[in-house]
């Protein structure tokens, strides 16, 4: 131990400096205050020398002090040039970690929360007033956690859940379940084949994921004709991945055959399917700067579909006899066929985003059944701009979006957006406030059923994790 060793090296030092000058003086004849001044200097070196090993071993006391009683130690021994020292030092504690079962090559565990404060006219722009009127809220808009990883044998998958779902019970009350979850093989970058729960590539605002909306919500047109989450295979990729690298992103297939009848569902409607397809392309990219792109897209779906099938999956389009929006659950089958056409422009901190949406729903007789309602095409269109007054900061953004559901004469709904988004840290972690106002044209050509024209402000925190 180290309090042995020094205790040699000073006995032997105190030895040495006493017994030195008297040899000294019996060779040279060193005079009485000579001999006396040696010895003085030889006391103080032991008195520095004994000070030192005293502060030495209060350390060692004060660190075994501090330790816990049943911590383990390790002897290390270190070398200052002069001696070697061993020295009792605590053994370093492995940081908890959590091990996947499988082979994954990355297992990566990440969500989000989104919280809303919802005041005034509340939803209106999604046609709840009137008989659908909501009241103002605190709301847990999105509660996400989910799991993606990576296989050597070229799969990918992801699972994820949000714990703001409807539980099925009571519209009023929220419990969790699956939001995405698949898995993707990608040998081929230019032949992607995916199965699960996920999306329907059909829509681009609806594509875009929750946290990087520039709005708050999705509009109007987007969510009464696209399809939402479906369960079913795709195949996709990027034809010019590998022959033009530089150009893989000009051109993105999509083609998926889904049941159609939603999300978190065991069984299909039918025994017939949802078909749907998207093309985009990136024609530019860093042309005007490193932020700077113009991409194109156009989407077509087919579906049939039996009674009790919801086709508004994410918001409303049947039309209320108040002018007010709904759900359309389909009191008989039909046939649907929908395509939609956008476009995003970047250009350092300006975007330009638009999008038109077109829904044709045609009746079915099947077995005799008639389908219980009228022929109808609902159509829709939004177009949204944006600019960073402070880099990567602080954004402001307007929209201006229009519905037309085609079920009664002046049943179009018109609302116009202003927000305002700030980002602390990325779309990690981000505050956001909208001003939406929002007109019905049937409540204007019907008076008596009330206002006709609504104001709402939301406001968000967003984190991401």
Not at 6 to 19: E, G
Not at 141 to 164: H, S, W
Not at 291 to 296: A, N, Q, R
Not at 398 to 411: A, S, T
Request: hydrophobic fraction near 40%; avoid cysteine.
């Amino acid at each position: 131990m180290k309090i042995p060793v020094i205790t040699l090296v000073t006995i032997f030092l105190f030895s040495s400096l006493i017994f030195r000058p008297i040899w000294a003086a019996d060779s040279v004849g060193q005079s009485e205050a000579e001999r006396l001044k040696n010895l003085e200097d030889a006391v103080r070196q032991l008195q520095q020398r004994n000070a030192d090993l005293e502060r030495e071993v209060k350390q060692l006391k004060s660190k075994e002090a501090s330790n816990p009683a049943d911590a383990k130690f390790k002897t290390k021994i270190t070398y200052d040039g002069k001696t070697y020292v061993e020295k009792a030092v605590p053994e370093e504690k492995l940081p908890v970690y959590v091990q996947q079962r499988g082979s994954e090559l990355k297992l990566v565990l990440g969500g989000y929360v989104q919280i809303n404060f919802e005041d005034g006219d509340v939803s209106a722009f999604e046609g709840r007033f009137g008989q659908t009127a909501l009241k103002d809220r605190f709301r847990l808009r999105r509660a996400r956690i989910n799991l993606t990883g990576d296989f050597a044998e070229q799969f990918d998958f992801k699972v994820e859940g949000d714990f703001e779902n409807s539980d099925g019970i009571n519209s009023n009350r929220t419990a969790f379940s699956g939001t995405d979850i698949f898995v993707n093989w990608h040998q081929f970058a230019e032949a992607n084949i995916k199965a699960g729960q996920w999306k329907a590539p059909f829509g681009l605002e609806q594509l875009t994921p929750d946290p990087a909306l520039i709005i708050i919500e999705r509009s109007l047109p987007t969510g009464a004709i696209t399809p939402e989450r479906q369960i079913g295979v795709q195949l996709w990729g990027k034809p010019f991945a590998n022959i033009w690298p530089d150009g893989k992103d000009f051109l993105t297939y999509y083609a998926g055959i889904f049941n159609g009848n939603g999300r978190n569902t065991s069984v299909n409607d039918n025994n017939n399917f949802m078909y749907v397809g998207r093309l985009e392309s990136t024609l530019f990219q860093g042309v005007f700067g490193k932020d700077s792109y113009l991409k194109l897209g156009a989407d077509v779906l087919n579906s049939r579909d039996d009674a009790g099938v919801n086709i508004s999956q994410s918001l409303n389009i049947l039309v209320n006899s108040d002018g007010s929006l709904s759900p359309f659950v389909l009191p008989g089958a039909d046939e649907r066929t929908a395509w939609s056409v956008d476009a995003w422009l970047k250009m350092g901190p300006f975007d330009l985003i638009g999008e038109y949406l077109e829904e044709h729903v045609h009746g079915r007789t099947v077995n005799g059944v008639p389908p219980g309602f009228a022929d109808f095409t609902t159509n829709g269109f939004y177009i949204t701009a944006a600019y960073f007054l402070i880099p990567k900061k602080l954004q402001v953004a307007v929209q201006w979006q229009d519905l037309n559901p085609g079920q009664m004469g002046n049943d179009g709904i018109h609302s116009i957006t202003g927000g305002l988004n700030y980002y602390i840290h990325g779309d990690d972690l981000k505050l956001m406030v909208d001003y939406i106002h929002t007109w019905s044209d049937f409540r204007e050509a019907n008076p008596e059923f009330g206002q006709d024209d609504f104001d709402e402000v939301i406001g968000r925190v967003q984190v991401m994790f």
